[in-house]
């Protein structure tokens, strides 16, 4: 007779999925995310690809890993260190033993455990018997045979019976903690409806991780998170890709434009064009060019034709795409400019996040070429900054950079679906009558005319040489160069009469503000959460504008003693600050291609306040 498992309950987990590039952990990750959105939690979810491509298996290059913060209450990372680490093969485990929490779980492969491997790993014994994981709970199951075992009357050749040895891990983790098999059980039969044979197999192998913990006496604990007390409405899960093509998608129809995107594939930004191109029903048009420079330029082509004109990239694309923006400024169209920032210089960490571009945003531009940028600081608030990059666009007729990053662009969160009529109107009219018209007209946003080619009457001309003011001639005269640069200069720092305020969370002054931008939101968020329950007063601001600044920065930046500014960079935003408000900053700056640790944060703030609570 069974004996009855002990069944704790949590109020929050991090589990980290590890191995090789070919065991399918994003997936495995990936559905055990879904599920456990379906089922109420909050969570946060933090991919990590290899940068080679096919880098040797069994190899620490070749690692590929996921990890998932769940929660029964809010929460804003996808966790600083596992709780759980579900260890694929040795490279896995090496890789990944020192991010683990003291005392935690992990759970190993020990078919992969071979002299092969291991030597693959650089291990020199065996760590399942030398001792060296002593001090962890560890769980030893022999994943690949037992699923073998449970798929030997399949017709699956043994190499696709391998590669099923994610389902029996995720199934085991499903009866961990209390995960139903329904999602997924429903998600192998639309993924696999062509090929039965292969629903067969990974239902088998999903149940045979589930019964496995349910029946074998090594786990005698199983674990439960309840919901999280969300706001009402309807949740997906959703990442920041998604939710930047998403958030254009919706630009269109307020807009009542066509989308076009011009697009070469870079990571971690691909996946924005992969979205987009599902949806030609909505009249979406998606262009995938030979190189960068033909993307913005398309791009730019289809704004001057009357399209809500995109283009996506990271870093290095836009260093490519530099002279197209400036191509934009100066024909003064529409366009938004995704960059899904990455590590860098160069190649750099392709697969790995970083605030990268922020100066290249703001000031990498051939001559006076100013551009307003916006930064999303969750992988949903890339739904609503896509929107608000493409109002700016089209309602001041300029191009905008709208900055994510390669954590953003991966991680997900539930995201709640606005209703159509909670997103702004950015309804758009053409310029269409020939009385009064010049291409350099502008009205009260110094904004010129949208007129579109073909319409009688206003046939115009548009290139990179300068313009004469009012007629768009191409102009040498001094003077109006000059006036131009100031017209286009002020028409950018003029947007920030239609930009919100920044807001202080916490105490309006006080000894210490913590001024965030982009994806260091979640890590900055949680941090002072932290803090502040340990009794420390500290107060929190985070920029979503970046060009120009809300109007009250400067002054917000006045009520404080401290200023710091934790950036994934070797300090960006603190070089502008200082420049444009000469206001001394404090800088926390840890470029390891991942998103900062909350613990980092939490230390730099106890040690500006000298270590001690100011709140008891």
């Given at each position: 007779?069974?004996?009855?498992?002990?069944?704790?309950?949590?109020?929050?987990?991090?589990?980290?999925?590890?191995?090789?590039?070919?065991?399918?952990?994003?997936?495995?990750?990936?559905?055990?995310?879904?599920?456990?959105?379906?089922?109420?939690?909050?969570?946060?979810?933090?991919?990590?690809?290899?940068?080679?491509?096919?880098?040797?298996?069994?190899?620490?290059?070749?690692?590929?890993?996921?990890?998932?913060?769940?929660?029964?209450?809010?929460?804003?990372?996808?966790?600083?260190?596992?709780?759980?680490?579900?260890?694929?093969?040795?490279?896995?485990?090496?890789?990944?033993?020192?991010?683990?929490?003291?005392?935690?779980?992990?759970?190993?492969?020990?078919?992969?455990?071979?002299?092969k491997n291991l030597k693959l790993a650089k291990y020199e014994s065996n760590p399942l018997?030398?001792?060296?994981?002593?001090?962890?709970?560890?769980?030893?199951?022999?994943?690949?045979?037992?699923?073998?075992?449970?798929?030997?009357?399949?017709?699956?050749?043994?190499?696709?019976?391998?590669?099923?040895?994610?389902?029996?891990?995720?199934?085991?983790?499903?009866?961990?903690?209390?995960?139903?098999?329904?999602?997924?059980?429903?998600?192998?039969?639309?993924?696999?409806?062509?090929?039965?044979?292969?629903?067969?197999?990974?239902?088998?192998?999903?149940?045979?991780?589930?019964?496995?913990?349910?029946?074998?006496?090594?786990?005698?604990?199983?674990?439960?998170?309840?919901?999280?007390?969300?706001?009402?409405?309807?949740?997906?899960?959703?990442?920041?890709?998604?939710?930047?093509?998403?958030?254009?998608?919706?630009?269109?129809?307020?807009?009542?434009?066509?989308?076009?995107?011009?697009?070469?594939?870079?990571?971690?930004?691909?996946?924005?064009?992969?979205?987009?191109?599902?949806?030609?029903?909505?009249?979406?048009?998606?262009?995938?060019?030979?190189?960068?420079?033909?993307?913005?330029?398309?791009?730019?082509?289809?704004?001057?034709?009357?399209?809500?004109?995109?283009?996506?990239?990271?870093?290095?694309?836009?260093?490519?795409?530099?002279?197209?923006?400036?191509?934009?400024?100066?024909?003064?169209?529409?366009?938004?400019?995704?960059?899904?920032?990455?590590?860098?210089?160069?190649?750099?960490?392709?697969?790995?996040?970083?605030?990268?571009?922020?100066?290249?945003?703001?000031?990498?531009?051939?001559?006076?070429?100013?551009?307003?940028?916006?930064?999303?600081?969750?992988?949903?608030?890339?739904?609503?900054?896509?929107?608000?990059?493409?109002?700016?666009?089209?309602?001041?007729?300029?191009?905008?950079?709208?900055?994510?990053?390669?954590?953003?662009?991966?991680?997900?969160?539930?995201?709640?679906?606005?209703?159509?009529?909670?997103?702004?109107?950015?309804?758009?009219?053409?310029?269409?009558?020939?009385?009064?018209?010049?291409?350099?007209?502008?009205?009260?946003?110094?904004?010129?005319?949208?007129?579109?080619?073909?319409?009688?009457?206003?046939?115009?001309?548009?290139?990179?040489?300068?313009?004469?003011?009012?007629?768009?001639?191409?102009?040498?005269?001094?003077?109006?160069?000059?006036?131009?640069?100031?017209?286009?200069?002020?028409?950018?720092?003029?947007?920030?009469?239609?930009?919100?305020?920044?807001?202080?969370?916490?105490?309006?002054?006080?000894?210490?503000?913590?001024?965030?931008?982009?994806?260091?939101?979640?890590?900055?968020?949680?941090?002072?959460?932290k803090v502040r329950e340990e009794g420390y007063r500290v107060s929190q601001a985070h920029?979503?504008?970046?060009?120009?600044?809300?109007?009250?920065?400067?002054?917000?930046?006045?009520?404080?003693?401290?200023?710091?500014?934790?950036?994934?960079?070797?300090?960006?935003?603190?070089?502008?600050?200082?420049?444009?408000?000469?206001?001394?900053?404090?800088?926390?700056?840890?470029?390891?291609?991942?998103?900062?640790?909350?613990?980092?944060?939490?230390?730099?703030?106890?040690?500006?306040?000298?270590?001690?609570?100011?709140?008891?």
């Open positions: 007779m069974l004996k009855e498992k002990e069944v704790k309950n949590l109020a929050e987990v991090t589990v980290r999925f590890a191995g090789d590039s070919g065991d399918g952990m994003q997936l495995t990750g990936s559905q055990f995310s879904d599920t456990t959105a379906a089922v109420g939690n909050d969570l946060s979810t933090l991919p990590d690809y290899p940068a080679e491509i096919r880098a040797p298996s069994g190899t620490i290059y070749g690692v590929s890993g996921f990890q998932l913060h769940f929660s029964s209450t809010d929460i804003h990372t996808p966790g600083d260190r596992p709780d759980v680490l579900v260890a694929m093969n040795p490279a896995a485990l090496k890789k990944n033993l020192d991010e683990l929490k003291p005392g935690g779980i992990i759970i190993v492969n020990t078919d992969a455990f071979d002299s018997e030398d001792g060296s994981i002593k001090g962890y709970e560890v769980y030893q199951v022999p994943v690949a045979s037992l699923t073998s075992k449970a798929l030997e009357d399949t017709s699956l050749s043994q190499k696709e019976i391998s590669r099923c040895k994610n389902f029996f891990a995720l199934g085991l983790m499903y009866w961990l903690f209390n995960r139903p098999l329904e999602p997924t059980l429903h998600w192998i039969q639309v993924k696999f409806r062509d090929t039965p044979e292969f629903i067969d197999a990974n239902t088998k192998a999903l149940n045979a991780g589930y019964n496995f913990g349910e029946m074998t006496e090594v786990f005698t604990t199983r674990f439960t998170v309840a919901p999280a007390k969300l706001p009402k409405g309807i949740y997906r899960s959703i990442s920041g890709n998604e939710a930047t093509a998403l958030g254009f998608l919706a630009a269109s129809v307020k807009s009542g434009l066509p989308l076009f995107l011009g697009s070469y594939p870079i990571t971690p930004a691909s996946e924005i064009l992969q979205y987009l191109s599902y949806y030609k029903n909505f009249g979406v048009k998606t262009f995938q060019a030979e190189d960068e420079i033909a993307g913005v330029t398309a791009a730019i082509g289809a704004a001057f034709a009357g399209n809500l004109a995109i283009t996506n990239t990271s870093g290095p694309g836009l260093a490519l795409k530099t002279e197209g923006i400036g191509l934009a400024v100066m024909t003064e169209l529409p366009l938004v400019i995704i960059n899904v920032q990455r590590g860098g210089p160069s190649t750099g960490l392709p697969t790995k996040t970083e605030q990268a571009d922020l100066l290249q945003s703001i000031y990498g531009r051939h001559g006076e070429s100013p551009v307003p940028v916006l930064a999303a600081a969750t992988p949903s608030d890339c739904f609503y900054m896509a929107i608000e990059a493409s109002r700016i666009a089209l309602k001041y007729m300029t191009p905008v950079i709208l900055l994510t990053d390669g954590y953003l662009a991966n991680g997900s969160e539930p995201w709640k679906i606005p209703h159509v009529n909670e997103l702004p109107d950015i309804s758009v009219k053409y310029w269409t009558q020939k009385e009064g018209f010049a291409p350099y007209n502008r009205d009260e946003n110094l904004s010129r005319p949208w007129a579109i080619p073909g319409t009688p009457g206003l046939e115009h001309r548009i290139g990179g040489l300068e313009k004469a003011n009012i007629t768009g001639n191409v102009s040498y005269d001094p003077d109006n160069h000059h006036n131009m640069v100031k017209l286009r200069d002020q028409k950018v720092k003029g947007i920030v009469k239609d930009i919100p305020d920044l807001e202080v969370d916490g105490d309006q002054e006080g000894d210490l503000l913590v001024l965030g931008w982009g994806g260091t939101y979640g890590a900055i968020t949680e941090s002072v959460i920029l979503k504008y970046l060009n120009p600044f809300p109007k009250n920065t400067g002054e917000v930046l006045t009520r404080f003693n401290n200023i710091l500014i934790p950036e994934i960079n070797l300090g960006q935003l603190s070089k502008i600050i200082r420049s444009e408000f000469l206001t001394p900053v404090i800088q926390l700056n840890i470029v390891r291609g991942l998103p900062f640790r909350t613990s980092d944060i939490q230390n730099k703030i106890k040690e500006i306040l000298g270590g001690k609570n100011n709140g008891r």
